[in-house]
């Protein structure tokens, strides 16, 4: 059963930009919504997260400043907006979500989230 469905990968060279569409089945949009990365050999990694409800907005510092997370509640849809891309930005994207109690989401690990989509792979060239 598809839980959440992301699009928008591709290649690109460093420098560049990309978005990401994470789209939710009705169950599978939480308060908190966040994209995961991997690359190769390493962790999963959380990079950005937003409570749907506050639009509250958190970021890993490796790519604070660059990529940008927002959501569309009607479409229970998140986007993740990628500028300023590197070669080290090269992973399989996943979008993830969860419940809080809070107004704001934190970057927890893989095994804090229980809904998960397929990934899409974004390929940075130098």
């Known amino acids: 059963q598809v839980q959440l469905v992301e699009s928008g990968g591709g290649s690109v060279q460093a420098g560049g930009s990309l978005r990401l569409s994470c789209t939710a089945a009705t169950y599978a949009y939480r308060n908190c919504m966040v994209w995961f990365r991997q690359a190769p050999g390493k962790e999963r990694e959380a990079v950005a997260a937003?409570?749907?409800?506050?639009?509250?907005?958190n970021y890993a510092d490796s790519v604070k400043g660059r990529f940008t997370i927002s959501r569309d509640n009607a479409q229970n849809n998140v986007d993740l907006r990628m500028n300023s891309l590197k070669a080290e930005d090269t992973a399989m994207y996943y979008c993830a979500a969860r419940d809080t109690s809070g107004g704001w989401c934190a970057l927890l690990v893989s095994g804090n989230w229980p809904y998960w989509g397929q990934g899409t792979q974004v390929t940075v060239s130098s």
């Open positions: 937003i409570h749907t409800r506050r639009g509250t907005t």
